[in-house]
C-alpha cells in the first residue's frame, strides 16, 4: 500500500512539473555555491515553476513563469529566497553560504585548460585544437557565426593562449549578437560576456591598456545604444559612466603617450557626464582636461604616426576642448583654485605659463591675480608676442591706455602664428574704438582680421558697430545719415551666419532696422529697393536700398 502511495504522489509530482513547465515562459539558470565552491544537493524550485537537484558543478536550470516572484533553495532542511521580481535577466548566481566567487567564470566545458600557444599546440599535433581551429576559423570566413561558436568556446575555454584571435574575432561575433538581441536583458547578458572576454584576453595577452580602453568603448556604445528600449536613468546611468571613466583612466594612465586619440575624447565625455551627474567636482574635470590635451600635444610632438596626429590635431583636440568648454566646470573659481599652486610649481616654465594664461582668458579670468602675475613672469621668461599681447590686456584693464597701445603694437609685430595675429589685430581695433572712438583706425584692425580668417564674426560685428557709432556724426541729410544701418546691418548680417554670433547679430539687426528710411524719403531722392547705393565719406562702402 505504501509503495502504491508512493508511486501516487511520484505520479501526482510529475503531472504537476508537467503543467507547470506548460506555463513557464522563461528558463532561469545560475551556479549555487557554498563557502565559494560549487555546491550539489540543493533543491532549486522557481516560484510557479519547476525544480531540480544541483551536481557537482552547482549549476542549475530551471523553468519559471514571467511573473514568477523568487527561487528557492533547500538543502537538507534550510531554505533561502532570491527575490527576482522586477529584475531583468534570467541568470542568476546564489551563495547558499559564504559569497559568490569572483574572477575568471569560465566553462572549461569537458576539458582541461591548456594554455599552450598556437605554435606550441601545432609542434604537439593537438587534434582537438587543431579540429576545433579549423572548423571555427572556415565557418568565421564565411560568416556564418552560429556554426563558428561552438568551436569557438572549445578554444576559448580550453585553450585561452594559443592565438589572439579568439578574442578580436570572438568580439566581433558577440557584437553581431549584440546587435541582434531582441530585449535589453538579453542585450545585457550578452554585453557582460563581452567585457569578460576583454578581461580574459588581458590575462592571457597583456596589453592591458591597450585593451581598456577598447572595453571602455565598447562598453559604452551598447551601454548607451539608442536600440535600448530604455534609456539608462538615474543611479543605472551613474553606474555605466562610472565603468567606462575608470577603465578610461587606467588605459590612459597605462599607455600615456600611446593611448589611441579617440579614447582621450571618451574620457572627457564621461568626466564631464559624471561632474554633471554630481560624481565628480569640477577640480576633477579640469584636471582630467589638462591631462587629455598633455597627452594629445605629447601625440603631435612625438609625430610618429601622421594618421594619429592628423586625427588628434583636427578631431579629437577640438571635440575635447568643446566638450570642456561646454561642461560648467571651467570656471574662474576652479581653474583659480587648481592653477595658482601649479603657478608657483612651474613658474619658470613659459610653456606652461602660456597654457594657464590661455585657460584663464578662455574663461573670462583676466581680471583675476593669478592672470597678473602669470602676465608679468611670462614677460620676463619670454618677451614673445603673446606675453606682449598679455601685457597690452593688463594694462587695457588698468585704463593705461599708451601702455596699451605699445604692447600691443609690440604683439601684431612680432606674431607670426596667424590665427593669433588675426586675434591681436580684432582686440586692438575694439580697443581704439572703445577708447579712443577712433572709428577709422578701428575698421581697418577690423578688416586685418578679417583678411586672415573670413569667419571672424566677431570683427564683422565689431565693424557693424563702428557704423552704428559712425551714424551720430555722419555729415549729410537725414537720408544719408540713415543709410549708414544699411551698412551695419550688411556686417550683422555677415555674422550672423555663425553660430557664436548669430543671437547678438540678430538683435543688432531688429534693433537698427527702425533706422532705415521710409518710403516717402527714398522716393524724394529717387531711390528703389534693392538699387545700390553708396555711403560716402570715410566710409566709403556701397549698400542695398531698404525701408
Keep these: 500500500m505504501k509503495a502504491i502511495l508512493r508511486i501516487s504522489l511520484l505520479v501526482a509530482a510529475v503531472v504537476m512539473v508537467g503543467i507547470t513547465v506548460a506555463q513557464a515562459q522563461r528558463v532561469i539558470k545560475g551556479t549555487v555555491y557554498m563557502d565559494g565552491e560549487p555546491a550539489a544537493g540543493i533543491t532549486v524550485e522557481a516560484h510557479k515553476g ?16 514571467e511573473k514568477s516572484k523568487y527561487i528557492r533553495f533547500t538543502f537538507i532542511d534550510e531554505s533561502k529566497k532570491l527575490d527576482i521580481e522586477g529584475k531583468s535577466g534570467d541568470v542568476f548566481d546564489f ?33 582537438d585544437y587543431l579540429n576545433n581551429l579549423s572548423l571555427y576559423t572556415e565557418f568565421y570566413k564565411q560568416g556564418d557565426y552560429k556554426s563558428a561558436q561552438p568551436h569557438w568556446k572549445v578554444l576559448y575555454n580550453q585553450y585561452p593562449k594559443s592565438t589572439r584571435n579568439i578574442y578580436t ?31 580574459k584576453r ?83 574635470v579640469v584636471k582630467n ?48 583654485n587648481i592653477y595658482s599652486v601649479q603657478f608657483q610649481e612651474n613658474a619658470d616654465d613659459a610653456d606652461f605659463i602660456k597654457s594657464m594664461l590661455r585657460r584663464l ?10 592672470f597678473e602675475q602669470g602676465t608679468n613672469r611670462l614677460y620676463d621668461l619670454d618677451p614673445s608676442a603673446e606675453a606682449a599681447f598679455n601685457m597690452a590686456r593688463r594694462y587695457m584693464r588698468k585704463d593705461d591706455v599708451e601702455n596699451a597701445k605699445k604692447y600691443y603694437k609690440q604683439a601684431m609685430e612680432q606674431e607670426t602664428d596667424q590665427e593669433l595675429l588675426s586675434t591681436y589685430y580684432y582686440e586692438y581695433g575694439v580697443f ?30 565689431l565693424i557693424g558697430d563702428i557704423y552704428v557709432a559712425a551714424s551720430r556724426s555722419f555729415s549729410g541729410t537725414d537720408l544719408e545719415k540713415s543709410a549708414v544701418f544699411w551698412l551695419a546691418s550688411d556686417y550683422y548680417a555677415k555674422a550672423r551666419r555663425y553660430e557664436d554670433c548669430s543671437i547678438d547679430a540678430s538683435s543688432k539687426i531688429a534693433q537698427y532696422k527702425k533706422y532705415f528710411p521710409n518710403k516717402e524719403e527714398a522716393f524724394m531722392e529717387g531711390l528703389q529697393e534693392g538699387t545700390t547705393y553708396k555711403v560716402e565719406g570715410w566710409i566709403n562702402e556701397s549698400t542695398k536700398v531698404r525701408f
Design 50 to 65: 519547476g525544480e531540480m537537484l544541483t551536481s557537482f558543478d552547482g549549476k542549475y536550470e530551471v523553468e519559471a513563469d
Design 95 to 127: 551563495a547558499f553560504t559564504g559569497n559568490i566567487p569572483t574572477g575568471d567564470e569560465e566553462d572549461a566545458g569537458s576539458g582541461e585548460v591548456n594554455l599552450g600557444t598556437h605554435d606550441e599546440l601545432m609542434k604537439a599535433q593537438d587534434l
Design 169 to 199: 574575432q570572438g568580439a566581433k561575433m558577440l557584437e553581431s549578437k549584440i546587435e541582434n538581441a531582441k530585449t535589453d536583458a538579453e542585450r545585457d547578458e550578452l554585453i557582460d560576456q563581452y567585457m569578460k572576454l576583454y578581461d
Design 202 to 284: 588581458i590575462k592571457y595577452f597583456g596589453e592591458e591598456g591597450f585593451v581598456l580602453g577598447r572595453k571602455g568603448t565598447s562598453w559604452l556604445k551598447y551601454k548607451l545604444s539608442q536600440d535600448r528600449d530604455n534609456a539608462p536613468e538615474g543611479d543605472d546611468l551613474k553606474a555605466i559612466h562610472k565603468s567606462g571613466y575608470e577603465w578610461f583612466a587606467k588605459s590612459i594612465k597605462l599607455q600615456g603617450e600611446e593611448t589611441e586619440p579617440p579614447i582621450l575624447l571618451l574620457y572627457m565625455q564621461t568626466t564631464v557626464a559624471l561632474f554633471k551627474l554630481g560624481e565628480l567636482p569640477k577640480e576633477q
Design 289 to 336: 582636461y589638462e591631462e587629455s590635451m598633455s597627452i594629445a600635444n605629447a601625440i603631435i610632438a612625438a609625430n610618429e604616426d601622421e594618421d594619429k596626429v592628423k586625427q588628434t590635431q583636427e578631431t579629437v583636440i577640438p571635440f575635447i576642448e568643446n566638450i570642456f568648454g561646454k561642461s560648467g566646470a571651467a570656471d574662474c573659481e576652479a581653474l583659480v
Design 361 to 370: 582668458a578662455r574663461a573670462k579670468c583676466t581680471d583675476s591675480e593669478l
Design 432 to 461: 581704439v574704438f572703445v577708447k579712443e572712438n577712433a572709428l577709422s583706425e578701428a575698421r581697418n584692425y577690423a578688416r586685418k582680421a578679417l583678411a586672415i580668417n573670413s569667419e571672424y564674426c566677431e570683427a564683422y560685428m
